[in-house]
Every structure is written in C-alpha cells, then in structure tokens.
T-cell receptor
C-alpha cells in the first residue's frame, strides 16, 4: 500500500524550544496532508489540513501560531511546535490523502494513509 | 453536529467472532472507514463502505446502513494479534477533506 513516513519517531525537548516534525509520502503524491494529535487512550483529533502550496486550515481551538504547518511539495509537509510546553506532549500523527491509486495498488481511492507517528515529550 | 459512538472496550476469546458497532451522526456522509491501531502505533486502514451492505476482506467484514447511521466491523477467527483499538471514521464531504474519527474500541483477545 501507500507509504507515509514521519521523522523523528520520537523526540524529547526542553520547555520553550521548537520541534519540527516531517511527514513524507514516499510512493505517491499527496496534495493534501492531515495532522492529528492523540493523547493516551483517546482517539485521533484533527489539528489541521495541509494543502500543497497554500495555507493550512486549522481546526477550532488549535493555535496556528503555535503549530506551524508548511506543505512545501507534493510529498512533504512539516509541523513545527513552537515554544513547546509540557502540555504539548502527545503522539502526533500525519496522514496523506491518495486521490488516485497508482501502480496497480489495491487500495480505496481517496483514503488516508497514516505515518507511523511522532511521540513528543516536553520536559 | 458531529457524533460518532463506539463501545469503549470489548473482550473476546481467540478463535471466536466479535462485532464492533459504530453509530454516527454527521453533517455529511461520503464513506465510512475502519482503522486498526495497535498501542503506540499509527492507524492502519482496514475497510471502507460507501454503499449499504457488507464488504468482506478475509477475516474482516464491514457493514453499513446509511439510513440507520450504523456500521459494524466483524472480525472472525480471532487471533491474539487482533488485540488493538479499532477506529470508525466518517468522511463527511465529497472532496474527502474531512474525516471524523470515533473514540475507538479497545479489543482484548484472550487465549
């Protein structure tokens, strides 16, 4: 199936620093990528929708100045957590939307494929 | 508003069959997805329904009734590795931009 990578897989940082998380679609082009946050034993919460070449659309309650999203190419989106605080500690997951499956891949059109996630711990 | 409900936890025995239900009330509907998520990992795609009826994929089947706002995921011949959370998600719009996830059902498979 379609492969999405995230880097880093885990990061520990000090309070007040910024952390950048990369999300890449490895074998398909993704005009749209999504960023989710997941707290322990809870479901995914959509933070923002990232469209290549345009500004991200943030969900209500998500601070766009704190969570900077850049979708610079059809295969890369980045999420930067600025001035991180302990309450930002969470599991961050990106997904990429494959509109037209390629290479004979048996996949559902227009579904989302998830990256492996990044566990952020802010001390 | 948006509301997706799933049971919080379920327990079943290895080799058995389990059905995980999902009910939804969303502003739009353009497909329902089931994902499996093991602890500490990202979700993986299991199945997709957009029309009423049953979709079968090996040991997993998913059913949809749009008029009732209801879906279920059926897991047969349960294996220990099936212990995971199962997320129901509704795609609300035609452009596929907005997925709404349910709270997830934590399934424990016992020997």
């Amino acid at each position: 199936g379609a492969v999405v990578s995230q880097h880093p897989s885990w990061v520990i940082c000090k309070s007040g620093t910024s952390v950048k998380i990369e999300c890449r679609s490895l074998d398909f082009q993704a005009t749209t990528m999504f960023w989710y946050r997941q707290f322990p034993k809870q479901s995914l919460m959509l933070m923002a929708t990232s469209n290549e070449g345009s500004k991200a659309t943030y969900e209500q309650g998500v601070e766009k100045d704190k969570f900077l999203i850049n979708h610079a190419s059809l295969t890369l989106s980045t999420l930067t957590v600025t001035s991180a605080h302990p309450e930002d500690s969470s599991f961050y997951i990106c997904s990429a939307r494959e509109v037209f499956p390629t290479g004979g891949r048996d996949s559902t059109p227009d579904t989302q494929y998830f990256g492996p996630g990044t566990r952020l711990t802010v001390l | 508003g948006q509301n997706i409900d799933q049971p919080t936890e379920m327990t079943a025995t290895e080799g058995a069959i389990v059905q995980i239900n999902c009910t939804y009330q969303t502003s739009g509907f353009n497909g329902l997805f089931w994902y499996q998520q093991h602890a500490g990992e990202a979700p993986t795609f299991l199945s997709y329904n957009v029309l009423d009826g049953l979709e079968e994929k090996g040991r997993f089947s998913s059913f949809l009734s749009r008029s009732k706002g209801y879906s279920y995921l059926l897991l047969k011949e349960l294996q220990m590795k099936d212990s995971a959370s199962y997320l129901c998600a509704v795609r609300e719009d035609n452009y596929g931009q907005n997925f709404v996830f349910g709270p997830g059902t934590r399934l424990s498979v016992l020997p």
